[in-house]
């Protein structure tokens, strides 16, 4: 189940099940969302992005959803395995002009346990 | 194609020596970002350049940090003066153009 722990909240899935883990976002404007993967001691790994235009994108064994009316996004995870274990968080980018900038969110722990 | 290079990985400092750290871009990139994260936080963002223009840096400290991307070699962010609230992990991205940033490895830096 989900829960809140003393920093980042935790989501605790058993391998073969699926994941979702939800962000919602500030700036209604933003135009282009991602999901990152950040391994412990390592930088974000890009795992799918989706742009304002659609609501849902497929990846492999991923899936993102876009509510744009209730600023929302959701990264679900097919088949949970033990290499997903891993904080996730979502970035919307915020562009001003011709300047890119990614605002991240607080971020979700992935716990997969056998 | 290599991919986005930090160093040093780690780096300790007393407070009040300076901070160099290093990023090397991804091969044909031309933007670079740095990040900021503290433990059990998300990233923030706190400048992006480009080759020798700095385009955006409202997240960053207006003394003691700056940040440059010359014509030739790394972009360097630098602190001057380094106080016990820099330690953090210091992340750098690049791009080819607007949209997806690809990070290299971070910096973690420990201020004593």
């Known amino acids: 189940g989900e829960s809140v722990g003393l920093h980042l909240p935790t989501l605790s899935v058993q391998e073969g099940d699926n994941s979702i883990i939800n962000c919602a976002y500030s700036?209604?404007?933003?135009?282009?969302f991602i999901w990152y993967k950040q391994e412990s001691g390592k930088g974000p790994q890009f795992i799918i992005d989706i742009r304002s235009n659609m609501d849902k994108r497929q990846g492999q064994r991923v899936t993102v959803l876009l509510n744009k009316t209730v600023k929302h996004l959701s990264l679900q995870i097919a088949a949970t395995q033990p290499g997903d274990s891993a904080v996730y968080f979502c970035?919307?980018?915020?562009?001003?002009?011709?300047?890119?900038?990614?605002?991240f969110g607080t971020g979700t722990r992935l716990q997969v346990t056998l | 194609n290599a991919g986005v290079m930090q160093n040093p990985r780690h780096l300790v400092r007393r407070r009040g020596q300076e901070a160099r750290l290093r990023c090397s871009p991804m091969k044909g990139h031309s933007h670079v970002y740095w990040y900021r994260q503290l433990p059990e936080e998300g990233l923030k963002f706190m400048v992006y350049l480009q080759k020798e223009n700095i385009i955006d840096e409202s997240g960053m400290p207006k003394e003691r940090f700056s940040a440059e991307f010359p014509k030739e070699g790394p972009s360097i962010l630098r602190i001057q003066q380094v106080v016990r609230g820099d330690s953090a992990a210091y992340f750098c991205?690049?791009?080819?153009?607007?949209?997806?940033?690809?990070f290299g490895p971070g910096t973690r830096l420990t201020v004593t």
């Open positions: 991205a690049s791009s080819p153009r607007q949209g997806q940033q690809y």
């Open positions: 700036n209604s404007a933003s135009d282009y």
């Open positions: 970035a919307e980018d915020s562009r001003t002009g011709t300047a890119s900038k990614l605002t």
